[in-house]
């Protein structure tokens, strides 16, 4: 059985005629310490997948199982505590403090993770270590986003989900945040789930699920990863 | 022309809309407009209600400008009188106080015989007929006394003076606008003492001992009662200043008037400063709309003039609907209260003033230039620029980081939050002055109570050493005979009367005390000591000095009553006593004057035994008993309209507090729910939110409530200031434990109102609040 499994996952937002239905019948796998990538168009589903794998969001119908535990079946209380020591999130628009440093960004998480990394050595792996004292105003995007990828790491999740990372970001910067994510999931043997709509991104993931309308259209395994150098953007 | 029509359509509907979508806060604006201007017009309302209602009622019963009070006037006094330079009319007659011992032991009424059919202070008829000169058995009866006792029209009243008996027939209830209140001391009493009318024929053989004196418009009072006191010196002249029921009743209209200028302007600012940041954060979030309105090629005025109806809409509704809740109800309860002490036949609802259309007016053009400044910002930039979305404000180092070693304790929370309120200085700033306006609010509102009540106690209790007061009549006996029969650990005598007190070109009706020489039962001295009284001069009260201006030193002349002859005096010292315009004198500087012996009109007695009570009751010449702690409970209940009036405030205070804190925080909540959204995806439990959202919110309570503690005491000075009444002096007292208290209520009320908004965390959707700006 796969690590994280979607079984018959569908979620519908609204109801009657004007019910949505932006995951319908989700069922896919993904092995653990996979870099997976749910590739897409605007629409497809994508985020409404991640979310649920996040618990940031209730199925409608279906399963989710996460190792163990049946996501599906968690209560708020369980899915707070789920997403605080099993999983780490990264967002397009980074989603950090604008108040605090880098560094105190990267301790919110260690305030509430119990096996959470020193935030100082995070930053220096993402490579910030000159930049811990800058408030997020002060950093370009893509140190923002290693800010945001550090603060997901410190807590040591099983678990990094990854929304349009590189959305925000030009090539270059973008290129140095995917090469960190596949780093991640190399050296920490962290899963890790991407969500993009650029296809070329596609090549990076060990595993790659298209998506299409909320419905899984294609999930396969890629045996060669290309490196994040050989992509073209 | 049809698509300039279809474009104004969709920007109402837009306007109603965004009305409905951040609905909670136009709700906010209309109620802080709504209290803004519902506390000035209830209070604006008040005192025009009492003095449009009062001045009638003295206008329409022709009340008297003077009462000029002597022993006997003859008809060459009145005529002389009438031909003063100033003088409208006159009318004579005899006044005095009468038993009516079919009634009760101590029942009293007032008489007045007039000479001819009243054409001055003219009873106000309420039931029966008027009296008619021939009718010499007929009485007009205060309407109030009447129905204490139960008496009607054709019954007997039997009234004794000196010995002298009359059986009267009352023909007539009336009021009377020389008795709006009718109390023999501190309260009214309808069933023990009131008024009545008669005709003089029916007296014959009493004296005209008041003549009442009106003025021609445009006189100059002050010249003519210098005029009629030098044309008539032996009498004591009292004005509508100094007459007890008259004064009384507009010293209520001058503190209704005072506070008016004070607390509501203060409300009235805060709700204006309010509206600012709520405005301004309200036309921040429309920078899109406002950037796609441009871009759709819609004019700067047009654009202008819809963002001028957000400020304009709410904030006309909810001023107007203030001012007219404010006049129509506030007043009405307030004089309600009112009237339990004070007659007055019929109330009258002022107009709306122009000042309080001008406060309504004040409020709207505010909120409009408020948003039209904040608008100015948007209006400046260009239509892309607007579309972009506005990058979040910078974090920053805050002062505090300085302290390394302070900062360094901190918790990591702690640190946050500090930081959150440095970066929202502006929001968090409103928000501590909403709390430091509340606990300044309540401070001075219970403040004012407490000293209110400590002045008063501090006369009854402190400056007031006996234990029982017997009034006596003009029958009492020698102080000596007193001392020697009645039990009780001390008897002193007290010999009261009303004494015309000259200085400069100033005169007033004054009552001037004599006590015994080594009296210990009145604690004149500092700090309710004793105090010896002067041996030669004479000594005044407080108020006295206070409303006068006379102090140490200076030289004064009483006249008394039924005197030709100035008494000079020079005023040896002021007493710190709290109640009462009153001149002290010794036994020994009294009988130097050799106007007669010194008569009791009161007893004091300490610790009297119930023998003693028993055998004063059974004396003829004791007219009532005074007990020193329901004299205070007595006097609080007269002041209990102006302490509604801080309850009101302490309301007011509450409900600005309300608006302010939930305002407030529901801006700070909207605007952080990105933040508070990244917490709840990082993993923190909704308890431990809220938990930051407490703390943070208790820090900012416990700085805004203590900036509020001095700005409290200050304001309760300057009310105090403004209520003082004629009668007394009040105190400023401000306790720590008022302090603790009112800062207690405004932390407990604002962490209420954070914990209600703290529940919202649980709505808070994370996949929504966290989507990408679009």
């Not at chain 2, 608006?659 to 909207?670: E, H, K, S, W």
């Amino acid at each position: 059985m796969s690590y994280i499994t979607f079984e018959q996952v569908s979620k519908v937002y609204g109801a009657g005629e004007s019910a949505v239905r932006a995951a319908d019948q989700v069922s896919f796998g993904i092995e653990q310490g996979e870099l997976c990538v749910v590739l897409g168009p605007s629409g497809a589903g994508k985020t409404t997948v991640l979310n649920l794998l996040g618990g940031m969001d209730k199925a409608t119908s279906g399963v989710i199982r996460v190792g163990d535990k049946t996501i599906t079946d968690m209560r708020s209380p369980q899915l707070t505590d789920y997403r605080r020591l099993d999983v780490g999130f990264v967002f397009q628009f980074y989603n950090l403090m604008p108040n605090l440093t880098a560094l105190e960004n990267v301790e919110l998480a260690r305030q509430v993770s119990p096996r959470a990394l020193e935030p100082a050595d995070v930053l220096t792996q993402v490579g910030l270590e000159h930049r811990l004292d800058n408030f997020p105003a002060q950093l370009s995007g893509g140190e923002q986003q290693r800010v945001s990828i550090a603060r997901a790491l410190c807590k040591n999740p099983a678990l990094l989900l990854c929304d349009e990372p590189t959305g925000a970001l030009d090539s270059k910067t973008g290129a140095q945040v995917l090469e960190l994510l596949t780093r991640v999931s190399r050296e920490y043997h962290t899963t890790v789930v991407i969500i993009t709509h650029n296809a070329n991104v596609a090549s990076l993931g060990n595993r790659v699920i298209r998506m299409r309308s909320g419905e899984v259209v294609e999930n396969t395994v890629n045996e060669h990863p290309v490196k994040v150098g050989d992509i073209a953007w | 022309m049809v698509r300039s029509l279809h474009g104004k359509a969709a920007l109402t509907r837009k306007l109603f809309r965004d009305m409905h979508r951040s609905a909670m806060q136009f709700v906010a604006i209309v109620l802080l407009c709504a209290l803004g201007t519902w506390v000035f017009s209830g209070l604006e309302g008040t005192w025009r209600m009492l003095e449009l209602s009062s001045e009638t009622y003295f206008a329409q019963t022709n009340l008297s400008d003077f009462w000029v009070s002597l022993p006997s006037a003859t008809k060459a006094d009145i005529d002389n009188l009438k031909n003063q330079e100033g003088v409208l009319d006159v009318q004579s007659r005899f006044s005095a106080e009468f038993d009516a011992p079919d009634l009760g032991e101590d029942v009293s009424l007032q008489v007045h015989a007039y000479q001819g059919e009243p054409r001055i202070n003219v009873p106000m008829l309420r039931e029966g007929e008027a009296l008619r000169g021939e009718d010499l058995r007929g009485l007009l009866l205060d309407a109030e006394f009447a129905r204490a006792n139960q008496l009607t029209i054709g019954s007997d009243i039997k009234l004794r003076l000196n010995g002298l008996q009359t059986t009267f027939t009352v023909r007539g209830l009336v009021l009377s606008s020389e008795q709006v209140i009718t109390a023999k001391d501190v309260m009214p009493d309808p069933a023990q003492y009131g008024y009545a009318i008669i005709n003089k024929a029916a007296l014959e053989t009493m004296p005209i001992n008041e003549v009442l004196v009106t003025l021609a418009a445009g006189a100059d009072a002050g010249a003519v009662q210098a005029g009629v006191q030098a044309l008539l010196p032996q009498a004591l002249v009292i004005t509508q200043q100094t007459h007890a029921s008259t004064q009384r009743m507009r010293s209520e209209v001058v503190m209704f008037r005072n506070m008016t200028y004070v607390f509501p302007v203060l409300a009235f600012a805060v709700a204006a400063m309010i509206v600012l940041t709520t405005l301004t954060r309200m036309i921040e979030n429309q920078r899109t709309q406002i950037g796609t309105l441009k871009a759709l090629g819609y004019g700067p005025n047009r654009i202008r003039m819809h963002y001028v109806n957000y400020a304009f809409v709410p904030s006309l509704a909810g001023a107007l609907l203030g001012q007219l809740v404010g006049h129509y109800t506030l007043p009405d309860m307030l004089y309600a209260m009112e009237v339990s002490h004070y007659i007055i036949p019929e109330k009258i609802r002022p107009p709306i003033s122009y000042i309080e259309w001008g406060m309504t007016a004040l409020m709207v053009l505010l909120s409009v230039f408020i948003c039209l400044y904040a608008y100015r910002k948007a209006e400046r930039e260009e239509a892309a620029s607007l579309l972009r979305p506005k990058p979040p404000k910078a974090g920053s180092r805050v002062l505090l980081e300085r302290w390394k070693a302070l900062w360094g304790r901190l918790s990591f929370n702690t640190k946050m939050i500090v930081r959150g309120v440095a970066r929202n200085k502006g929001r968090t700033a409103v928000a501590m002055v909403g709390l430091l306006c509340c606990n300044m609010l309540i401070i001075c509102a219970m403040a004012l109570q407490d000293s209110i009540e400590v002045s008063v106690a501090d006369y009854y209790h402190g400056t007031v050493g006996y234990d029982l007061r017997a009034d006596l009549d003009p029958n009492a006996g020698t102080l000596l005979s007193y001392q020697n029969r009645v039990d009780a650990t001390r008897v002193e005598g007290v010999m009261e009367q009303r004494v015309s007190l000259r200085y400069g070109q100033e005169s007033r009706a004054v009552v001037m005390t004599v006590l015994d020489d080594n009296q210990q039962l009145m604690r004149l001295g500092q700090d309710h000591t004793l105090a010896a009284l002067p041996r030669e001069g004479i000594a005044i009260s407080l108020k006295l000095a206070e409303v006068t201006g006379l102090a140490a030193g200076d030289a004064v002349e009483i006249w008394l009553a039924g005197d030709d002859r100035a008494l000079p005096f020079t005023i040896e010292t002021v007493y710190p006593v709290r109640i009462g315009q009153t001149i002290y004198m010794s036994t020994a500087v009294w009988e130097n004057l050799r106007k007669g012996a010194f008569t009791p009109t009161g007893l004091l007695l300490k610790e009297p035994t119930p023998l003693a009570r028993h055998q004063l009751s059974e004396a003829s010449e004791v007219t009532a008993f005074k007990n020193p702690k329901e004299q205070f409970a007595l006097t609080l209940s007269v002041l209990d309209s102006t302490t509604a009036v801080f309850s009101l405030m302490y309301a007011a205070a509450l409900g600005l507090a309300f608006v302010i804190c939930y305002n407030m925080g529901l801006i700070n909540f909207t605007e952080r729910t990105r933040d508070y959204a990244t917490l709840k995806v990082l993993g923190y439990h909704q308890k431990e939110i809220r938990g930051l959202m407490m703390w943070e919110n208790n820090i900012v309570t416990l700085i805004g409530a203590g900036l509020g503690i001095a700005p409290g005491i200050l304001l309760t000075h300057v009310v105090l200031v403004a209520v003082q009444s004629e009668n007394n002096v009040f105190v400023p007292y401000v306790s720590l434990q008022t302090i603790a208290l009112a800062t207690a209520i405004t932390a407990v009320f604002s962490v209420m109102i954070e914990w209600m908004l703290t529940r919202k965390v649980r709505g808070i959707n994370m996949v929504e609040a966290l989507k990408s700006v679009e």
